[in-house]
């Protein structure tokens, strides 16, 4: 099994797993490699391209990653970015400079005007914006290149010589503010390169699959199945490579969504694995009765969990692997520093420190969430597992406001359901990425038939977001909402009123607690 193959050679830029994930949605093997990678050994990878990404350094800086000038030798295209663009530049025989503050420095989004007769550029717009982010500049291009991008700013934000196959940009192309980004960088596969679109996701997963068998042998491998679209995907990709070696734990703590539980379980019912389903639920409601603090609701889910996991691990006896189902934004994440805590995010799965074993399987790091769930229904889970919207650790728990009971929480249950049930209905659900019904602890006087009601407010939230650090609320139509609303004060007994959130994060979090 053998494919064209594309070469992303990091040089330290914050964007070097996404320009991967661009050339793979174009079809298109590749893999990242450090620059320090020496010559022969991509050389024997056989590439049909290179890509240089971006880095913090400035070419003429004393420690800057520099490449073996005989890369330009080998007759493979080169598609150098921001720096990667400047170190072809520098290699060559151009010049690269500090830009003079207000001149070529720039940053951001910039209008920028092509020549579309460059392969780069081919049946693209001669204008649009791009994602700037750099401090140098390129005084002389080096022999040989033409000029084929500028700003008003920079004469020189791309740079081709088609004939050897080498182009550059100054800008980020594999970031969405770069209209047409990608479209650049599929005419370089293939209009330069001549990729001919041979990798799917259906060869990832076979390849993770071998990998995995070769890494596990014959060990014992140990998951926390939360029912989550990543710990999911990961569990069935465990499933596929090393069946009854795979035990999934599963615990169910009482604070899923309606049916959830019975959905997940059924999801794993075509694997012959050790599926093991801990029904918790008693046991966290009592752990949490008459706590309304949500820091200390989350602290004792955490724990909880973490107790009961660990307890069923030592029923399995030694284990060799435990997995996980980290995906490439969670790596990026946790290395952002230390960031103040708005809320301690559990995140039910990740427990090394309390289950003895040799080592930790993350078979989804280097992916982005949409092909987490492209590899789950490649895999054969069913679509409502692999589409579900983002659901916290804790559950339920955050979203019945104050002290829970098992009362309050079925309440929710239903009432969540009807919101997005009608949510779906009306195809909203593909313009809101996040959406949910809150049972807050106000109650307020109603009137039903000709009695007196004394419920609680229901309180719907949905939001539009990218990367659920920031978000806008979204707008449902009236009609939509009313119908959710009528649904549910009709059908839900102890909701008597409905109220729709209209606060975007921040000031407000996406969640209530
Ligand atoms: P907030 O409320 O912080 O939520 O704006 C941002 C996103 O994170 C989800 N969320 C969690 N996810 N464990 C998780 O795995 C948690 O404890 C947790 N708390 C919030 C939230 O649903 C939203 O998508």
Same mark, same amino acid.
Not at 303 to 312: A, N
């Given at each position: 099994m053998s494919h064209q193959t594309v070469i992303v050679l990091?040089?330290?830029?914050?964007?070097?797993?996404?320009?991967?994930?661009?050339?793979?949605?174009c079809g298109v093997y590749c893999e990242v490699k450090p620059y320090t990678t020496p010559l022969e050994q991509l050389k024997a990878m056989e590439p049909i391209g290179f890509i240089f990404t971006g880095g913090p350094n400035s070419v003429y800086d004393e420690k800057a990653p520099h490449v073996d000038p005989a890369i330009f030798e080998l007759g493979v295209p080169v598609l150098g970015i921001c720096y990667g663009c400047q170190l072809m530049a520098h290699t060559l025989g151009g010049q690269v400079t500090a830009a003079q503050e207000d001149t070529a420095r720039e940053y951001g989004k910039t209008e920028t005007y092509y020549d579309t007769t460059c392969k780069l550029f081919k049946g693209l717009p001669q204008q649009g914006i791009s994602w700037m982010s750099h401090g140098d500049y390129m005084a002389k291009v080096p022999e040989g290149f033409a000029l084929t991008a500028h700003t008003d700013a920079c004469p020189n934000v791309a740079i081709a010589d088609e004939k050897r196959g080498f182009y550059g940009v100054q800008y980020h192309p594999e970031v969405n503010h770069t209209q047409h980004g990608v479209d650049m960088i599929r005419n370089f596969l293939y209009e330069v390169c001549g990729a001919t679109g041979d990798w799917t996701m259906g060869d990832y997963k076979n390849t993770a699959i071998r990998d995995i068998r070769e890494k596990v042998g014959d060990g014992k491998v140990l998951l926390a199945l939360s029912g989550g679209v990543d710990s999911s995907v990961?569990?069935?990709?465990?499933?596929?490579?090393?069946?009854?070696q795979l035990t999934c734990v599963f615990v169910d703590h009482g604070l899923m969504r309606k049916n959830e539980g019975d959905e997940v379980e059924a999801a794993f019912a075509r694997w012959d694995i050790n599926f093991v389903r801990v029904d918790a639920e008693a046991r966290f409601l009592l752990k949490l009765a008459g706590e309304a603090e949500p820091e200390r609701k989350r602290k004792i889910i955490?724990?909880?969990?973490? @107790?009961?996991?660990?307890? %069923?691990a030592k029923k399995i006896g030694r284990v060799d692997y435990l997995v996980q189902g980290t995906i490439y934004p969670d790596v990026i994440e946790s290395g952002a520093g230390d960031a103040a805590v708005i809320k301690s995010h559990h995140n039910v799965g990740g427990l090394p420190d309390y289950v003895d074993f040799k080592e930790i399987?993350?078979?989804?790091?280097?992916?982005?969430?949409?092909?987490? @769930?492209?590899?789950?229904? %490649?895999?054969?889970l069913p679509k409502y597992l692999v589409m579900r919207q983002p659901f916290p650790g804790p559950g339920l728990a955050i979203r019945v406001i104050g002290d829970l009971t098992k009362e309050k929480l079925d309440t929710l249950r239903d009432a969540d359901a009807i919101y997005r049930e009608e949510i779906a209905a009306a195809g909203e659900d593909k313009n809101i990425n996040q959406y949910f019904a809150v049972l807050t602890n106000t109650r307020s006087v109603g009137v039903m038939g000709d009695g007196r009601t004394y419920d609680y407010t229901l309180a719907l939230r949905a939001v539009t977001t990218s990367d659920f650090m920031t978000a806008d609320w979204a707008r449902i139509p009236y009609d939509v909402l009313d119908r959710i609303s009528t649904r549910i004060v009709n059908e839900v007994k102890g909701i008597n009123r409905i109220v729709y959130d209209i606060t975007s994060k921040p000031p407000a979090t996406i969640e209530w607690e």
């Open positions: 990091d040089f330290g830029g914050q964007y070097n797993q996404l320009i991967a994930r661009r050339v793979r949605e990961a569990a069935a990709l465990l499933a596929e490579a090393v069946g009854k955490g724990e909880e969990f973490i @107790r009961v996991f660990e307890e %069923e399987i993350e078979p989804l790091r280097l992916l982005f969430k949409d092909e987490v @769930r492209q590899l789950g229904r %490649e895999l054969g």
